[in-house]
T-cell receptor, first 113, second 114 residues
């Protein structure tokens, strides 16, 4: 398997623009997670899905952030409008049921100017 | 709420020396505990996990960790450091029954000197 695939790997945008990050989980994994990593706050869980249904979105910072999982092989994290404080590396991870192991993508590095 | 604390954001050892990375957890119920490693510009990879079976857990690349309930600790060790071990290491605790909703510690960057 190719692993968790994220795109884009790098994104530079201006404040106020919409940003969409994409994730393809490993086939057969029924959990999908979005994490954000910054120097100041470390790794933060934003939201996770089980069988395409959002289970816990308490980590989503504000209404500017939204995530969807329209099918088992695709998820998006959208920021609209973006702000400089959203600059971070965003990781997607998937997990099969009941193993406790997360498989991470290589991350999307977002810079908002 | 369950959480983990990693003592020391940076640890430096010489090649061949013992590696000890510290992690203490806070949990009201028996936890699932994990160590992940992150190499530069990559995602995290699982090193090992504790799920209430054996208290001494062996992982990949010669790492192991011991669950000590009396000390609420889950320290990561490796007898002999290799240059390729230089990376950031994260301790994590799970929150859900599936064991995969994780809260990560702040991370410890391991530097290995030749």
């Amino acid at each position: 398997d190719a692993g968790v695939i994220q795109s884009p790997r790098h994104e530079v945008t201006e404040m106020g623009q919409e940003v969409t990050l994409r994730c393809k989980p490993i086939s057969g994994h029924d959990y999908l997670f979005w994490y954000r990593q910054t120097m100041m706050r470390g790794l933060e869980l934003l939201i996770y899905f089980n069988n395409n249904v959002p289970i816990d979105d308490s980590g989503m910072p504000e209404d500017r952030f939204s995530a969807k999982m329209p099918n088992a092989s695709f998820s998006t994290l959208k920021i609209q409008p973006s702000e400089p404080r959203d600059s971070a590396v965003y990781f997607c991870a998937s997990s099969p049921s009941a193993t406790g192991e997360l498989f991470f993508g290589e991350g999307s590095r977002l810079t908002v100017l | 709420a369950q959480s983990v604390t990693q003592l020391g954001s940076h640890v430096s050892v010489s090649e061949g020396a013992l590696v000890l990375l510290r992690c203490n957890y806070s949990s009201s119920v028996p936890p699932y505990l994990f160590w992940y490693v992150q190499y530069p510009n990559q995602g995290l990879q699982l090193l090992l996990k504790y799920t209430s079976a054996a208290t001494l857990v062996k992982g990949i690349n010669g790492f192991e960790a011991e669950f000590k309930k009396s000390e609420t600790s889950f320290h990561l060790t490796k007898p002999s450091a290799h240059m390729s071990d230089a990376a950031e290491y994260f301790c994590a605790v799970s929150h859900n029954n599936a064991g995969n909703m994780l809260t990560f510690g702040g991370g410890t960057r391991l530097m290995v000197k030749p």
